[in-house]
């Protein structure tokens, strides 16, 4: 991803993140607080960040989403994270999504990385169909009940 991409994708992306944790059951002030800490502190450099790699997703020509992937440590050893895949609306149902999964996989294994890893909302069964169709499986499932 080149810096005016990241200007340019930088808010669309804390704001959709906001809108996700908003979602999943937060008040939208809460969400949107999380989203400015999250960012800032997963990038404070921006796309020169050590060890996380942003991505632009492109079809034929055109910028039509992006992929955020980080090397980290998690419970299991090393893996490949990835933060967010996106495709706009519009180019979704073409296979974007799944070729930057593909790439994520072929970034995992030139980096010597056996696994990559990821976390989704509850909520979003297409991108958990997606998920499975590639063969990942659940880990862990974090549920909430609003009482």
Do not use: H
Not at 105 to 128: C, K, P, Q
Request: no cysteine; net charge negative; hydrophobic share 40%.
């Amino acid at each position: 991803m080149r810096q005016d991409e990241y200007d340019a994708w930088l808010p669309a992306a804390m704001d959709g993140y906001a809108d996700d944790i908003e979602r999943a059951g937060a008040s939208a002030e809460a969400a949107r607080q999380k989203s400015e800490r999250d960012f800032p502190a997963l990038l404070p450099k921006g796309i020169e960040t050590e060890g996380q790699w942003l991505y632009t997703v492109e079809a034929d020509g055109e910028a039509v989403g992006s992929l955020w992937l980080a090397e980290r440590e998690d419970d299991f050893g090393r893996t490949l994270f990835i933060y967010q895949v996106a495709i706009d609306a519009a180019q979704r149902g073409r296979g974007l999504g799944r070729a930057a999964m593909l790439l994520a996989e072929d970034e995992a294994r030139r980096r010597g990385i056996s696994s990559v890893t990821l976390n989704v909302f509850g909520g979003n069964d297409v991108a958990r169909n997606l998920y499975r169709s590639l063969d990942y499986s659940e880990a862990a499932v974090y549920m909430v009940k609003r009482v």
